[in-house]
C-alpha cells in the first residue's frame, strides 16, 4: 500500500512534504538564532555596565592616586582643595547597611521559620502576599516614611535629639525594605529541606521548636547565609531611601543619630547639579558606582556559591 | 525513680515553655512587617488623602503647592512603562525561551545564566550610570524618555527572565513529549503548545518586572528625568518626569505643602502598583492551580 501510494501520488504529496520540511528548515535556524541573540543582550549589559564603569574609573584614577581614594578620611570633591577619601561614604553605607541587616536579619528569618515550620495555612496565605506588597513599595515612599514618620515619631522622641537625618532612621527602613527579601529566599530554604529529617526528629521526641533550631535551620543554613548576603548587598545598593533621610554631609562617624551620606546619595546628590561631562566631579560619580558595583558583586556571588551549593545537597 | 521522673517533667515543661516562648517571638516578628506596612499606609493616607482630587491628578508641577500637580509625572510614567515593556519583554521572553527550551547544557549556557543572576543583584543606581554612559552621551538619545526607557528595561530584563523560565519549567515534559510524537517541530512545540500553557506565569513576570520599573527612581535621576517638567511628553526623545521623581522632589522641600503633595501623590503611585500586584497575585494563584491537578 505505501508504495502503491508513494509511486502513484509521488507528484502530489511530495512536493508538499518537501516543502513542508524546507520551510521549517530556515525557520528553525532563524528562531533559535533570535532566540540566542535575546540571551545575549544579559551578556552585552554586563560587558556595557564593566565598560562604562572602568572607562571614567581609570580617568578620575589618572588624576587621584589609588591611596588618597581608599586611604583619605575626608570626602569633599567640590572644595578647594578638593579632596578624594572615600572613606566617609564607605562608613555611611556601612552604618546604615549594618544597622539594617543587624535587626532586618533576624526578624526576616524568624518570619521565615515561622511561615515554614509554624504557621497554618490560612495565616500563611495572608502573610506571605502582604510580605509581597511591602516588598513591592518603591523606595521613594520608603524613604518619605522615613522621612516623616520614623525620624519625627519614633528616632527624635526616642533618643531626644533634633536632627532631622540621621543614619538610624534611614537604617531602619532600609531593614523595614529588605525583611521581605531575607523572609522569602530563607522560608525556599527552609521548605527544601526534606520532611524526613523533620519526622526523624520528631520521632526522636524534639519539640516543634527543637526541630526548627537543631535540625531545620542548620540544613538550610547555607541558603539561610545567601539570603543574608543578599540583603545586605541590597541594602548597600540602596539609594532612595538614604538619600531622602540619612542627610547629605559625608561624615566619618559610628555615631547612627548623626547625619551621613552613603555611595548612593553622594551620586544622586552629584546628577541632581548641573556637572559638565569629563569634570573630575562627574568621574567621582563612577569611581563611587564602581566602588559600590564591586561590593555588591563580591556579595551576590558569594551569595549564588552558597545557593548552588546548597541546591546540590536537597534538590 | 520518682525524682527522675519528676525531673523528667521539669525538663519537659521548660522545653514546652522554649517552644512557647519561640511561638510568641515569631507572632512579633511577623507583627514587625505587617505593622510596618500599616503604619505606613495609614500616614501616608493621613498625610495625603485631603489633596487627592481631579485637579491634582490633572494638573502641572508649580512653585504654589496648593496648584501643583501630577500631569507630567504620570503621562511620563505611562510613556515609560509602555516603552520599557516594548523592549524588555520580547528580549526578556525570548531569552528566557532560549535558555529553557533550545541552549545546550554547556558552559556558555551556565554563564548566561549565572551572568543574569548576578544582574538581578546590581544596584539599580549603576544601571543609571550605565544609562547615563551609553544612552544618554554615547547614543546621544539626550535626557529622554526614550533613554530612560531603555535603561529601564535592561534593569528589570534580569527579572522577566528569571520568572519566565520558572513558568516554562514549571511546563509538564508531557506535552513537550505530545506535540514532538504529532510531527512538530521544536519550535512549533515551543510556540504552539509550551509558550501558551507557561502564559499566566509569564504575564505574572512582566506585571511584577514593570510594577518594579514604575516605581525605581535613582536609575532616572542618574540619566537626568527632570524634576520641574510643566509639558506632558508627545515624543520618544522629549524630555520628562515619572511619578517616583516627582514625589522625591516634592519629599525633599521643608515647606508643609510640599510634603502633603508628595503623600498624594505616593497615593496615586500606591494605587496603581497595588492594582497590577493583585493582577499578578490571581493570576499565579491560576496558575498554580491549574498545573496542581
Not at chain 1, 248 to 274: H, W
Not at chain 2, 234 to 248: A, E, G, K
Not at chain 2, 266 to 274: E, F, G, H, M, R
Amino acid at each position: 500500500m505505501d508504495r502503491v501510494n508513494s509511486m502513484s501520488g509521488a507528484s502530489r504529496i511530495k512536493p508538499r512534504g518537501a516543502l513542508g520540511t524546507k520551510r521549517r528548515d530556515w525557520r528553525e535556524p532563524a528562531v533559535h538564532g533570535v532566540l540566542l541573540l535575546c540571551a545575549l543582550v544579559s551578556i552585552l549589559t554586563t560587558f556595557a555596565i564593566v565598560a562604562t564603569l572602568l572607562e571614567e574609573t581609570i580617568a578620575f584614577f589618572e588624576e587621584v592616586s589609588l591611596a588618597e581614594f581608599f586611604g583619605g578620611t575626608t570626602w569633599t570633591p567640590n572644595f578647594t582643595p578638593a579632596s578624594y577619601g572615600v572613606l566617609p561614604l564607605l562608613a555611611g553605607t556601612m552604618l546604615i547597611a549594618g544597622l539594617a541587616a543587624l535587626f532586618a536579619l533576624p526578624i526576616g528569618l524568624i518570619t521565615a521559620v515561622f511561615l515554614s515550620e509554624y504557621a497554618p495555612a490560612w495565616l500563611r496565605s495572608i502573610l506571605k502576599p502582604l510580605l509581597e506588597v511591602l516588598a513591592g513599595i518603591p523606595t521613594v515612599v520608603l524613604g518619605f516614611f522615613a522621612l516623616t514618620f520614623v525620624s519625627p515619631e519614633i528616632v527624635r522622641p526616642l533618643f531626644g535629639t533634633s536632627q532631622i537625618f540621621s543614619a538610624l532612621s534611614a537604617s531602619i527602613v532600609v531593614g523595614i525594605m529588605v525583611i521581605p527579601l531575607v523572609s522569602s529566599l530563607s522560608e525556599d530554604a527552609l521548605t527544601a529541606v526534606p520532611r524526613a529529617l523533620r519526622d526523624g526528629a520528631y520521632a526522636l521526641g524534639a519539640t516543634r521548636f527543637e526541630v526548627a533550631r537543631r535540625v531545620v535551620v542548620p540544613a538550610a543554613l547555607s541558603g539561610i547565609v545567601a539570603s543574608f548576603l543578599l540583603a545586605v548587598s541590597r541594602a548597600v545598593g540602596e539609594t532612595m531611601i538614604v538619600a531622602l533621610a540619612a542627610g547629605g554631609t559625608p561624615n566619618l562617624t559610628y555615631d547612627p543619630l548623626e547625619a551621613v551620606q552613603t555611595m548612593t546619595a553622594y551620586i544622586v546628590q552629584v546628577s541632581l547639579g548641573d556637572t559638565a561631562q569629563g569634570s573630575i566631579e562627574f568621574r567621582t560619580i563612577f569611581a563611587v558606582g564602581m566602588t559600590l558595583f564591586l561590593m555588591t558583586l563580591v556579595m551576590n556571588v558569594i551569595s549564588q556559591y552558597l545557593l548552588s551549593k546548597f541546591r546540590e545537597v536537597y534538590e | 525513680m520518682i525524682r527522675s521522673d519528676q525531673a523528667l517533667r521539669r525538663r519537659l515543661r521548660a522545653r514546652r515553655g522554649a517552644g512557647l516562648a519561640f511561638a510568641v517571638v515569631c507572632l512579633a516578628a511577623a507583627g514587625v512587617s505587617i505593622g510596618a506596612l500599616s503604619i505606613l499606609l495609614l500616614d501616608v493616607t493621613l498625610d495625603g488623602a485631603g489633596r487627592l482630587s481631579w485637579d491634582f491628578v490633572n494638573s502641572f508641577p508649580s512653585r504654589k503647592p496648593e496648584d501643583a500637580g501630577i500631569k507630567a509625572a504620570l503621562w511620563g510614567t505611562i510613556w515609560m512603562m509602555v516603552l520599557t515593556a516594548a523592549f524588555a519583554v520580547p528580549i526578556g521572553l525570548g531569552a528566557a525561551i532560549y535558555l529553557e527550551e533550545y541552549a545546550p547544557r554547556n558552559w556558555f549556557t551556565r554563564v548566561i545564566q549565572v551572568n543574569i543572576a548576578n544582574l538581578a543583584g546590581v544596584p539599580s543606581i549603576v544601571y543609571g550610570l550605565l544609562g547615563l554612559a551609553l544612552f544618554v552621551r554615547a547614543m546621544d538619545l539626550n535626557r529622554s524618555v526614550l533613554a530612560g526607557s531603555l535603561t529601564m528595561a535592561l534593569l528589570v530584563l534580569p527579572i522577566i527572565i528569571i520568572a519566565a523560565q520558572e513558568a516554562l519549567r514549571a511546563v509538564p515534559g508531557s506535552i513537550r513529549d505530545a506535540a514532538y510524537a504529532l510531527g512538530a517541530s521544536r519550535s512549533q512545540m515551543v510556540f504552539y503548545q509550551v509558550v501558551p500553557v507557561a502564559m499566566p506565569g509569564m504575564m505574572t513576570g512582566i506585571i511584577l518586572a514593570l510594577s518594579r520599573a514604575i516605581g525605581e527612581t535613582a536609575p532616572l535621576i542618574m540619566i537626568g528625568a527632570l524634576l520641574f517638567v510643566p509639558f506632558t511628553p508627545s515624543d520618544p526623545l522629549d524630555r520628562f518626569t515619572v511619578l517616583p521623581i516627582q514625589i522625591f522632589n516634592w519629599a525633599s522641600r521643608p515647606q508643609a505643602g510640599f510634603q502633603e503633595n508628595a503623600a498624594a501623590g505616593i497615593l496615586v503611585l500606591l494605587v496603581v502598583l497595588l492594582t497590577m500586584d493583585s493582577v499578578a497575585i490571581v493570576l499565579r494563584n491560576r496558575f498554580q492551580r491549574t498545573h496542581k491537578g
